[in-house]
């Protein structure tokens, strides 16, 4: 994929997930996650090398400015949240040029998105204490969250599997 097509491909995507998170008040926006889920598992195919945390860094720089209370915090789970969906990608050996498995991409989202949920939900809630503590919040962010990026991971493989690996070709 050519430079161009790939800066746009970031673009695009870390504006829309952006744009996503402002429609949910927050702690809502940790559980539907699956359009930003679905998002990063395509850069990361579409992209390939670190396509996932290039479109992180955009979310994270438009998040921190649209919601600049917790701005660093939003930035820094948004990229890492894009670097969690290369690594698993990665250590999966999910190849954009081969037909995606959907076991493998539904595994590499479901733990990216799941360590992500549990990480920020932690730091909220009990690094900065602007959540309460307390289980009929966490299980729902965290169950949601998990079941959030394993119905992405599918999505995605069936998306690239069918509608969109011969864009590159």
């Known amino acids: 994929m050519q430079k161009t097509k790939r800066l746009f491909v970031v673009a695009l995507f870390g504006a829309i997930i952006s ?14 996650i699956v359009v930003q889920a679905v998002l990063f598992a395509l850069s990361a195919l579409f992209v390939r090398k670190l396509g996932a945390t290039y479109v992180g860094t955009i979310d994270g720089f438009l998040t921190a400015f649209l919601r600049p209370a ?11 949240y894009g670097a969690l969906v290369d690594v698993f990608v990665f250590l ?37 204490d602007v959540l309460p503590m307390e289980p009929g919040l966490a299980v729902p962010v965290l169950v949601m969250g998990i079941v959030s990026g394993a119905i ?3 999505a995605a493989a069936i998306l690239w599997n069918k509608y969109l690996k011969n864009i590159l070709l």
């Open 152 to 154: 992405a991971g599918y």
């Open 19 to 32: 744009l996503t998170k402002m429609f949910l008040p927050f702690p809502f926006d940790k559980m539907f």
């Open 70 to 80: 917790l701005g660093l915090f939003s930035f820094l789970f948004a990229v890492l």
């Open 92 to 128: 999966f050996r999910i190849n954009s040029t081969n037909k995606v498995a959907r076991s493998k991409m539904v595994a590499a989202m479901t733990l990216s998105t799941g360590i992500i949920g549990f990480l920020s939900y932690y730091t909220t809630a009990v690094l900065l």
